[in-house]
């Protein structure tokens, strides 16, 4: 067998890692794929573990491994009609101070976004429940809170978890501006 | 506005919608994307609408 290969290739000789991979004997060219396996795998995991302590989450892998997945799958089988989410919202301490009616309030503003996303782009999101929750003492930075929100909080199967939290403007401008960031979660 | 801004804002962003912060040649733009106008409106510029057509079947996971 080793004879034959050697035997074709006798005049051409390879250069470089085709050379090694050629001219290599099984048990030589199952050590090269597996550094080459270990070196990607390393690179993979660092890279994965750098983006989920930096942003809380698998920011970056997600949207490397979703550009591919657009790429390539969906590019040889394109998707086609409606996208169905379903969200679930949550407003803290702060928004609820601010906003006393935060309970009609809230789903009306997911309504508005909802016939937005449904008319234009036809993504239709349904409302699955609306929760009040308690943000720690201290975590003020919506860096900090849309990590705090991706470990702690449970998304229940829904697509997004929409979080509200709200600033209290310093004393003098009165009471504070609307909420702010709805950090979705997936 | 307000808040319906910054929902259809976080939304998109979702689909990919990029922001325009001081400094980007589209910061004058009518759009929520534009630090600028971000919660006084929910109009989608045209290039983000693209953005968010073109990511619209994205996993979200
Ligand atoms: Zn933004």
């Known amino acids: ?186 | 506005m307000g808040d319906d801004a910054l929902f259809v804002h976080e939304m998109g962003h979702l689909f990919g919608a990029v922001d325009y912060p001081p400094g980007n040649p589209l910061y004058d733009l009518d759009t929520t994307y534009s630090y600028k106008y971000d919660t006084r409106t929910d109009a989608i510029d045209p290039a983000n609408r693209a953005r968010i057509m073109k990511n619209k079947y994205r996993l979200l996971w």
């Open chain 1, 1 to 186: 067998m080793e004879l034959t290969a050697r035997g074709a290739l006798g005049r051409f000789r390879p250069k470089g890692t085709i050379a090694l991979l050629r001219n290599a004997s099984p048990s030589r060219f199952k050590r090269v794929r597996n550094v080459v396996l270990a070196v990607l795998g390393i690179f993979l995991f660092s890279f994965a573990g750098t983006d989920y302590y930096l942003r809380g989450q698998l920011y970056y892998t997600k949207r490397v491994i979703n550009a591919l997945y657009r790429d390539t799958w969906q590019v040889a089988f394109p998707p086609s009609g409606p996208v169905k989410l379903y969200v679930r919202m949550a407003a803290d301490q702060t928004y609820r101070s601010l906003h006393a009616d935060w309970k009609t309030h809230l789903p009306d503003v997911f309504d508005a976004a909802a016939n937005r996303f449904a008319g234009e782009f036809d993504i239709r999101l349904t409302l699955l429940n609306l929760d009040a929750w308690e943000r720690p003492e201290g975590l003020d930075d919506y860096a900090d809170i849309l990590k705090y929100v991706l470990r702690k909080l449970d998304r229940r199967g829904a697509d997004v978890f929409v979080v509200m939290t709200a600033k209290e403007m310093p004393a003098g401008s009165g009471t504070a501006a609307g909420g702010t960031p709805a950090p979705p979660s997936p």
